[in-house]
């Protein structure tokens, strides 16, 4: 069995505000974890290409691992990108359209802090990372209503593909919820790959609509990531977060399931 961490970042930043700072690395944490990966033989990838490896199309390397970063923050390319590029390591931004710097009329949700402009995302295309979607407005996916769902997979992945000029074929849930309506809908919607959170390491039985990841955030040690990205003791690492998962999962299909009782959806 193929087993590969998949990492998932969001902001990179000695200076989060309150609200990213949950999520956050600082640029020497990052710097010290890809140069752990590099020292110890790790094989970088980009979520389409490890996609593209597990279904036999291409050759998989002996220690895969793919990095990702969620939502699009500014400081992707002024902190993380550099450090990218320093060790040649690929990766893949999920990008929420809708918080773009410079979206213009198709603003929509509320950015959590300075983001990405669309002549950023063009530029980070041609270093060879890769963008995915992230959706529109970055919403709890599995409590729309169906044609909601389908308008926030649908613009995301048509902006990115108009502003980027590249094709668009994977995407992350954000927050990490989806369930098997979501799951139709990004099948439908053009998608071959999506990643949710679960803080575990995938493989190649998951389901390729459901990848699991890795959390790294600030309070990520160096001796939690080495151990986390070699697969040791992950369960224990992550407990206090699967709990939770699996605790909220049961409140939203709840949630969603009242509503469409009486109708809302």
Request: positive net charge; proline residues 6%.
């Amino acid at each position: 069995m193929t087993r590969v961490p998949i990492l998932m970042y969001h902001s990179v930043t000695d200076d989060p505000n309150e609200e990213t700072r949950p999520h956050s690395v600082r640029p020497s944490d990052l710097a010290e974890q890809l140069a752990y990966l590099s020292e110890s033989g790790f094989t970088p990838m980009t979520l389409g290409d490890l996609v593209a490896g597990l279904n036999k199309t291409s050759v998989m390397p002996v220690k895969p691992i793919v990095v990702t970063f969620d939502d699009g923050y500014a400081d992707f390319h002024t902190n993380a990108l550099p450090l990218l590029e320093r060790y040649r390591f690929p990766a893949t931004v999920f990008l929420t359209s809708g918080w773009v710097a410079d979206a213009g009329s198709d603003a929509a949700g509320r950015a959590l802090d300075d983001m990405l402009s669309w002549g950023q995302a063009r530029e980070i295309a041609q270093t060879g990372i890769e963008i995915g979607g992230h959706s529109h407005s970055h919403p709890q996916l599995d409590q729309l209503p169906t044609q909601e769902l389908r308008q926030e997979l649908r613009k995301n992945k048509g902006l990115l593909e108009e502003k980027i000029g590249a094709p668009v074929a994977t995407m992350a849930y954000p927050y990490g919820y989806s369930s098997a309506r979501v799951r139709r809908e990004v099948r439908k919607a053009g998608y071959f790959a999506a990643c949710a959170v679960s803080n575990a390491i995938a493989a190649d039985r998951h389901d390729m609509l459901a990848i699991p990841r890795l959390t790294v955030a600030g309070n990520t040690t160096i001796s939690m990531f080495r151990r986390a990205v070699e697969g040791s003791a992950v369960p224990l690492i992550y407990l206090r977060e699967r709990v939770l998962t699996k605790g909220y999962a049961v409140v939203r299909r709840t949630r969603y399931g009242l509503r469409r009782v009486r109708g809302d959806v």
